[in-house]
C-alpha cells in the first residue's frame, strides 16, 4: 500500500518536525516588519488539521518562511493521511533518498523538474 516503511516514514517526520523548528526559531528572530507579511488564507491546506493559535504568530513571519512552513506543515498532515511521498501530479512515488533530501517535497523528480523552472526552492 505504500512504499515508504514506517521506519523511513517516522526518520522523515522527524527531519519535518526539527525543520520547523528551526523555521520557528530564525523567523521569530527576523521579525522585524510585519506588515510586509501578507498571510495567504484558504487553499489545500485549509483542510489540514492545523492550531489556529500557532498560526496567528505565523502572520508576523517573512512570506519565505511562512511558505516553507506550510509545506511542512502539509507534508505532516499528508504522512497522517498515508498520502505522503506520493507525486501530486503523477501519482508516482518518491524515492525515500528524495525525501530525504528533501522532506517536503509533494513531486516527484520528473515533475518537480518542470515547475521549478522559476523558482529557486
Ligand atoms: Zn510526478
Same mark, same amino acid.
Given at each position: 500500500?505504500?512504499?515508504?516503511?514506517?521506519?523511513?516514514?517516522?526518520?522523515?517526520?522527524?527531519?519535518?518536525?526539527?525543520?520547523?523548528?528551526?523555521?520557528?526559531?530564525?523567523?521569530?528572530?527576523?521579525?522585524?516588519?510585519?506588515?510586509?507579511?501578507?498571510?495567504? #488564507?484558504?487553499? &489545500?491546506?485549509?483542510? @489540514?488539521? !492545523?492550531?489556529? $493559535? *500557532?498560526?496567528?504568530?505565523?502572520?508576523?513571519?517573512?512570506?519565505?518562511?511562512?511558505?516553507?512552513?506550510?509545506?511542512?506543515?502539509?507534508?505532516?498532515?499528508?504522512?497522517?493521511?498515508?498520502?505522503? #511521498?506520493?507525486? &501530486?501530479?503523477?501519482? @508516482?512515488? !518518491?524515492?525515500? $533518498? *528524495?525525501?530525504?533530501?528533501?522532506?517536503?517535497?509533494?513531486?516527484?523528480?520528473?515533475?518537480?523538474?518542470?515547475?521549478?523552472?522559476?523558482?529557486?526552492?
Amino acid at each position: 500500500m505504500h512504499h515508504l516503511t514506517e521506519k523511513q516514514i517516522a526518520e522523515l517526520r522527524d527531519e519535518l518536525l526539527k525543520m520547523r523548528d528551526r523555521v520557528l526559531r530564525s523567523a521569530g528572530e527576523q521579525i522585524r516588519d510585519p506588515s510586509n507579511v501578507a498571510f495567504e #488564507g484558504g487553499d &489545500e491546506i485549509d483542510r @489540514a488539521n !492545523i492550531e489556529t $493559535e *500557532r498560526y496567528i504568530n505565523l502572520q508576523r513571519l517573512k512570506t519565505r518562511e511562512l511558505k516553507l512552513l506550510r509545506k511542512i506543515e502539509y507534508a505532516l498532515t499528508k504522512m497522517d493521511q498515508d498520502t505522503y #511521498g506520493i507525486c &501530486e501530479s503523477c501519482g @508516482a512515488p !518518491i524515492p525515500f $533518498e *528524495r525525501l530525504k533530501a528533501r522532506p517536503v517535497t509533494t513531486m516527484c523528480i520528473n515533475c518537480k523538474e518542470v515547475e521549478e523552472e522559476g523558482e529557486n526552492g
